[in-house]
Structure formats: C-alpha cells, structure tokens
C-alpha cells in the first residue's frame, strides 16, 4: 500500500502563487508515475499535471499548461505543484495520486492510478 497526504493549499488572490505538497509513505518503491488532479463543487474530478517518478518527464492539461509546474523529490518521496498566476477557476480541492502501472507514457486518466491523498482546498478569489 502506498500512503499519500496532501498539504499547502488555502486562499489567494487572482495572480498569486500556491505550492502544494504531496508526501507519499509505504511501498513508494512500486510507484511509477504521479499525478494532481482537482475537483470542483458539482464537476467531475479533472486531471492537472503528471511526473514520472524515475525519469524526467511530465505531461499537463491544457488549462494548466505555462503556469504550473509539477516536479518531484525522490529523496524525500514528495511530489509538487507550484501554481503561478492563480485565476478563480483553479478553485477545487485538488488530489495527489500514484500509479503502479508501467504505461508507455503519463496518464490523465483517473483509472490509472490506484493510491489517492484526501485531498486540500485551494481557493482562489477574484
């Protein structure tokens, strides 16, 4: 079992900047690739940005992409988001998951990936 917990979310201005964290425990030996994803009141839980775990890869969706920026510790099995030029729509409780399975690329797909964080709030106010 993999365990993850999220920290760094909370309120900020539009234009402003947010760091989440997100620090995996247990067998983090078998995780692959990680991801952040985020999940707005009444919308479906969407896909933000991915790393490989091992090589320097990552992948992010296009609402995303040119503002934040996914990167990893592996020393210290902690993944990140660094969120720049916050606008109000980035409002959600935003998920750290892992991903055990080897893929022949990232995946944005919620089925990929089998250990979730309970997630942290980002609020951002116009």
């Known amino acids: 079992q993999v365990q993850l917990l999220e920290s760094g979310g909370g309120l900020v201005q539009a234009g402003n900047s947010l760091r989440l964290s997100c620090a995996a425990s247990g067998r983090t030996f078998s995780i692959l690739s990680m991801g952040w994803f985020r999940q707005a009141p009444g919308k479906e839980r969407e896909f933000v940005a991915a790393?490989?775990?091992?090589?320097?890869?990552?992948y992010y969706a296009d609402s995303v992409k040119g503002r934040f920026t996914i990167s990893r510790d592996n020393a210290k099995n902690t993944m990140y988001l660094q969120m720049n030029i916050l606008k109000p729509e980035d409002t959600a409780s935003y998920y750290c998951?892992?991903?055990?399975?080897?893929?022949?690329?990232?995946?944005?797909?919620?089925?990929?990936?089998?250990?979730w964080g309970q997630g942290t709030q980002v609020t951002v106010s116009s």
């Open positions: 998951a892992a991903s055990i399975l080897a893929l022949s690329g990232l995946s944005p797909f919620r089925a990929h990936y089998a250990y």
């Open positions: 790393i490989n775990w091992t090589r320097d890869s990552t």
